[in-house]
């Protein structure tokens, strides 16, 4: 079992180099009134925490790393157009979420480096991927309301429902306990239970795999008054992705001397006992919640909160507005990801940067970008 191998595939598109479009960037949409329009909009997201979203990618070869038990890369492009209140836009979409104890994320640091582990410690070891490779077509309607509800008049809801084409899955578990002393390499217990299209563990021949699935996404905007603006963008609230017939392996290793080899392979296992078959799988992705309260201080300044969860972690963004006659300019501060923002709007263009410091040591990076023509 690849231990760092598995780990730096589940997160080798932590990168913002590998940009692609999303469908939920809602800005350039608002700004406009006409009933035909094309558009293309980029979306891109990694945040990795306990290390530079690169030394990720290099399988945590480096600098030592910090505490940190996650990270994720969420991207997606989407080509569409919109008629009247109804939205229609086919999109490829890759999605990367790994989850981790810190002793994981020490181990594969130690392993890639050449390192020795600690002497008699006891490594607690889990590591849960959920990885999905989509394209898909999405169906997206503006809800009007009638005149007569006056505390609906400031209120803008769309509904999206998505359709996915699933192509590549990593899901599953890997758990247990390493420790190390001076006569052996590893000894310990490790214990599988995983779903892939590819396998990166084993070595088991890839096979294609079939999923389809649907999710649910929601968007609101409510002005209460001319000042105060609040907002709701729910994507992925739902989701139901089902494979059929999908390659898993359940396996487990017991020694006292476990070793790996130079390409990250488990190369000395007395006991290797498991099986590897065929089962159906329901796979749900991770929620991306945003809650934002916008403050016109007056016509052309404003202050804006946020309050953006990827699944439970959470990521405080607090945003200084300013509008002039062609657009909206938007400077942004991220207090956990600790990252310095900047972001423009206009009626057919919008484009948001944001990382925490330059691209080899970013933990943190988020490119969106897109284009909106009316007719």
């Known amino acids: 079992m690849r231990i760092n191998k598995v780990f730096s595939g589940c997160v080798v598109l932590l990168a913002i180099s590998k940009v692609v479009i999303s469908t939920h960037v809602y800005a350039a949409d608002l700004f406009s009134s006409s009933d035909y329009s094309v558009y293309v909009n980029v979306h891109s997201v990694s945040y990795s925490e306990p290390a530079p979203i690169k030394q990720m990618i290099d399988s945590l070869e480096g600098d030592p790393i910090e505490h940190g038990e996650f990270a994720f890369s ?30 994981t994320a020490e181990v594969v640091y130690l392993n890639e480096n050449d390192l020795s582990l600690e002497s008699g410690k006891v490594y607690q070891i889990n590591l849960e991927p959920n990885t999905l490779e989509s394209t898909g077509l999405g169906v997206e309607y503006d809800w009007s309301f009638p005149e007569s509800w006056t505390f609906t008049q400031q209120l803008n809801l769309q509904t999206r429902i998505n359709y996915f084409r699933a192509e590549e899955i990593h899901h599953g578990r890997l758990w247990g306990q390493l420790s190390a002393d001076p006569e052996t390499d590893f000894s310990g217990d490790l214990f599988l239970d995983y779903d892939y299209t590819e396998d990166s563990l084993l070595d088991r021949p890839p096979e294609e795999g079939d999923g389809q699935g649907v999710g649910v996404d929601v968007q609101m905007i409510w002005k209460p008054n001319e000042q105060w603006q609040l907002q709701f963008i729910g994507k992925d609230i739902w989701t139901y992705i089902r494979w059929s017939e999908l390659t898993y392996t359940e396996a487990s290793a017991t020694s006292n001397r476990i070793q790996f080899d130079d390409q990250g392979r488990i190369s000395s296992i007395p006991l290797l006992s498991g099986r590897e078959w065929y089962r159906d799988v329901v796979q749900r992705l991770p929620h991306q919640i945003s809650t934002s309260m916008t403050y016109q201080v007056n016509p052309n300044w404003g202050l804006k909160g946020t309050s953006f969860f990827y699944d439970k972690y959470h990521f405080p963004i607090m945003a200084l507005q300013y509008k002039t006659d062609i657009g909206s300019l938007e400077l942004e501060y991220n207090t956990k990801a600790e990252a310095i923002g900047i972001g423009f709007h206009s009626p057919i263009f919008f484009l948001r940067i944001a990382m925490d410091d330059h691209w080899e040591a970013a933990k943190s990076a988020t490119l969106s970008t897109g284009l909106t023509l009316s007719f």
């Not at 492009?77 to 490829?92: C, H, M, P, Q, T």
């Open 74 to 103: 969420h991207n997606q492009i989407e080509l569409g157009g919109s008629i009247g209140a109804w939205k229609i836009g086919v999109f490829k979409r890759i999605d990367y979420f790994l989850e981790f104890t810190s002793d």
